[in-house]
Nanobody
Framework: QVQLVESGGGLVQAGGSLRLSCAASGSIFSINAMGWYRQAPGKQRELVAAIRSGGSANYVDSVKARFTISRDNAKNMVYLQMNSLKPEDTAVYYC???????????????WGQGTQVTVSS
């Protein structure tokens, strides 16, 4: 059974910083891409940032130069450093991972339960 657990969310003032962490655990053979999504009330879930196993990353335009995604392959963890936070960054943040549980099984996407980030003005 694979689990993704996020941590690090909370309430912060505009201009502040937060660091989100996500740990993948369970029966895991390999992890390809890992990423962070967010969903604000009344809006669709959107990709914030993604990082491949080799380290290359991409970001949604609205967070470029403010957010940094990183991962620790040895620990099966992904992080999102969020700086210069704005009220419009308020959302539930979800991590996901494209992974295989065995060498012969297909790649599937797994999701965490989400962590709330609230940025006050």
């Amino acid at each position: 059974q694979v689990q993704l657990v996020e941590s690090g969310g909370g309430l912060v003032q505009a201009g502040g910083s937060l660091r989100l962490s996500c740990a993948a655990s369970g029966s895991i053979f390999s992890i390809n891409a890992m990423g962070w999504y967010r969903q604000a009330p009344g809006k669709q879930r959107e990709l914030v940032a993604a990082i491949r196993s080799g380290g290359s990353a991409n970001y949604v335009d609205s967070v470029k130069a403010r957010f940094t995604i990183s991962r620790d392959n040895a620990k099966n963890m992904v992080y999102l450093q969020m700086n210069s936070l704005k009220p419009e960054d308020t959302a539930v943040y979800y991590c996901n991972a494209d992974l295989q549980v065995k060498w012969y099984t297909p790649v599937r996407t797994y999701w965490g339960q989400g962590t709330q980030v609230t940025v006050s003005s």
